[in-house]
């Protein structure tokens, strides 16, 4: 069965303390896999696509990476204003729609 | 980026009661799609509203339940029906504007709860 994880479930960092969220899958031919940030009570936010391993992209402070099976976003001396939740989510190669979100990873960023 | 609207933001509604959600682009997009967001937990997509034609529905979201409209390029919208509490939840359209990269963009959701 097609499955997208993120591990943590709940990160809290300090200001300026760097880490890494990662997003696992397993699906059999990936067409694209996507981050997306959500505030509390808004619509998530569009930060980046990847399409095949080896591929980065970098925006600000963040920094995604993928591989085979995973993806991992990197806040590099994160700010408060980076607290959010962190969404993951991938877009299969078959007949029909296939766009599947993982849970989140809820990060705090504390001052 | 185009700009997504979705009308209404929240509303509290009453069991056995309909509510239908809007979602309007500022421009031509070739898909929209509605998904569901449950407290605590990640998005589901309900389905694909094609337009000119029928939605496409996901597992476990049918036609009676969750009617969606597409009149044009730029409009679509999701009725909740029979409305019971476990309805309770975020309603997010998103759009894809068909450049090659599949990616979606959300509007900004709609709170909806069944009393």
């Known amino acids: 069965e097609d499955q997208v994880t993120q591990s943590p479930e709940a990160l809290r960092l300090q200001e300026g303390e760097s880490s890494s969220l990662n997003c696992s899958y397993t699906v059999s031919g990936l067409r694209g896999l996507f981050w997306y940030r959500q505030d509390p009570g808004k619509g998530p936010e569009f930060l980046f696509t990847?399409?095949?391993a080896g591929e980065e992209k970098e925006k600000e402070r963040l920094k995604a990476t993928l591989t085979k099976k995973e993806s991992f976003l990197h806040i590099t001396a994160p700010k408060p204003e980076d607290s959010a939740t962190y969404l993951c989510a991938v877009f299969e190669y078959r007949e029909g729609q296939n766009f599947v979100f993982g849970p989140g990873t809820r990060l705090s960023v504390l001052p | 980026s185009a700009v997504i609207s979705q009308k209404p933001s929240r509303d509290i509604c009453q069991r056995g009661t309909s509510l239908t959600i809007q979602c309007q682009v500022d421009s031509q997009v070739t898909m929209m799609f509605w998904y569901r967001q449950q407290p605590g937990q990640s998005l589901t997509l309900i389905a694909t509203?094609?337009?000119?034609?029928?939605?496409?529905?996901e597992s476990g979201f049918v036609i009676d339940k969750f009617p969606i409209s597409r009149p044009n390029l730029t409009f679509s919208t999701l009725t909740v029906s029979n409305m019971s509490p476990e309805d309770s939840s975020i309603y997010l359209c998103?759009?894809?504007f068909g450049q090659g990269t599949d990616t979606q963009y959300f509007g900004p959701g709609t709170r909806l709860t069944v009393l």
């Open positions: 998103s759009v894809e």
């Open positions: 990847l399409y095949s």
């Open positions: 509203a094609n337009q000119g034609s029928e939605a496409t529905y």
